[in-house]
């Protein structure tokens, strides 16, 4: 069983910021990487971000140069920096944990509106 604490989500207005923050515990071994998804409202989930143990990250297209990803995975940690935030960027943000088998958290809704 693993356990993920989420929060940081939230209501902002267009151009502003948020950071998602994400700890995940429990039975989960040598992990290759932590990071994020999105589900936006009638679509499917989606890549974000995701950090890899020797420290390199990989990006969505639609998200690089506005958000960036940060932690220690061998803590089980990562964050999101959001800034920048538009519209579409509003989503059930999902942190997730690979260790051979995904592993989800239960999801922050983030919401990005006037």
């Known amino acids: 069983q693993v356990q993920f604490v989420e929060s940081g989500g939230g209501l902002v207005q267009p151009g502003g910021s948020l950071r998602l923050s994400c700890v995940a515990s429990?039975?989960?071994?040598?992990?290759?990487?932590m990071g994020w998804y999105r589900q936006p409202p009638g679509k499917e989930r989606e890549l974000v971000a995701l950090l890899y143990r020797p420290g390199t990250t990989l990006y969505a297209d639609s998200v690089k140069g506005r958000f960036t990803i940060t932690g220690d995975i061998a803590d089980t940690t990562v964050y999101l920096q959001m800034n920048s935030l538009k519209p579409e960027d509003t989503a059930v943000y999902y942190c997730n944990a690979f260790d051979g088998d995904n592993h989800w958290g239960q999801g922050t809704q983030v919401t990005v509106s006037s």
């Open positions: 429990g039975n989960i071994f040598n992990i290759y990487h």
